[in-house]
């Protein structure tokens, strides 16, 4: 099938193709207009025992679910279905699938031995007749059934799309609880879709701005627990931690890692000035990046680790500025009405997502590397701190309700500014990282 980008072109949205040639690939287009998800089916996956019934019927859920949330993808409900799929390896009955409108068909099998799981698949594209590849398979611990649904969700999107997968990753965030004069903060890790919840901290300090390594074993993140902020390391695995070194009395925060996860950037506040540095984690040698009167805060790497974007606010007001990753001039990029902030480079390299206040709103916004093109995608009483999903089509943030008891929770929004959704957690969430893809 051919590959083609389904990206970040501004002032252009996706819309799903309206018909689809008997020869013509499955795909979605970009086109001007409107968004019109595409519709598809995916029948529940085929046991072969009674006792692999009910994670057929699970990992089904999941595959649809991972796909419809895109807001790309309209699921056809078992109820509206003719065809009936019993047989993995049965011929497909594509007239029944094209009466009720179905673009792509997902078939499967879920097949059950003591503890090994093995989670068969092919999708098809309904009016060509034809099958878009070969039939694929993943196995493995039926612990792990939902990363085999994610898998198979993440592997359709991209056959599809053309883009790369995000479905099978995790989170880390700062979850909430108490009222807001007395909120108590630890770090908690879950699936990207809210499953899986995992907390890596106790509430005894306030910890913040967790953030993933590169291969998203490892959690930097900003914790009160000496009195001061501190950067501390995390192997998420076995739940193992250190305090990277920096001066005894000062203030580190606002960590990030490189894109070779050797290199932490960060903030570090020392005799009452506030810059840059960057450490090398083998050695623990920090070499300092600026040097100015104002605050700069918030850095992060481009993809290629040459650049970083960073907040300052040396010219009177918060604003976004780009340097050389080893220090030197920096140039501002940002010059709309208002404040701007976390900013965070795209894993693509093209846009910069950040944090903007105006006129007493919060935006989530992107913009080209040189400032141009600049789009806000939210507004809200607050939404803060963008983080990308690893194929850089869709970002995460924090949303704060108003009032005395105001909730913080975390949405996702496509780059197009559409399919604003919320994340489901127990408590209140802010903060939030995306890892890569997991291995």
Known sequence: ?????????????????????QTGPLRIEITEGVIEPMPYAVPEFVPDSPAAAEYARNITQVIMSDLTGTGLFRDIPASAQIGKVTDFNAPVQFADWKAVNAQALVTGAVSLSGSRLTVRFRLWDVFAGTELG??????????????????????????????????????????????KNDRRKRLAIMDYDGANLQYLTDSSAIVLAPRFSPTGDRVLYTSYESGLPRIYMMDVGKVRRRLLPTPKG????????????????YSMTQGGNTDLYAMNIATGKSVRLTNSPSIETAPSFSPDGSRIVFESDRSGTQQLYIMPASGGEARRISFGKGRYGTPVWSPRGDLIAFTKQNKGRFHIGVMRTDGS??????ASFLDEGPTWAPNGRVIMFTRETQGANGR????????????????????????????PLQK
Do not use: C
Not at 2 to 21: D, E, N, Q, R, S
Not at 147 to 167: L, N, P, Q
């Open 408 to 435: 913080s929770s975390l949405y996702t929004v496509d780059i197009t500014g559409r399919n604003l959704r919320q994340l489901r957690t127990p408590d209140g969430a802010t903060d939030p990282s995306w890892s």
């Open 250 to 265: 000062t203030m580190s925060f606002s960590p990030r890692f490189s894109p070779d996860g050797r290199t932490v950037v």
């Open 134 to 179: 070969n039939g694929l398979q993943f196995a493995g611990s039926a612990d792990g059934w939902r990363r085999m649904a994610h898998k198979v969700a993440d592997t359709v999107y991209s056959r599809i799309t053309g883009e790369g997968a995000y479905f099978d990753t995790r989170v880390v965030f700062v979850a909430e609880t108490g009222p």
């Open 373 to 378: 093109e600049e789009r806000l995608l939210t």
């Open 1 to 21: 099938m051919t590959k083609y980008l389904v990206g970040v072109l501004l002032g252009m949205v996706l819309a799903a193709a309206p018909a689809l040639a």
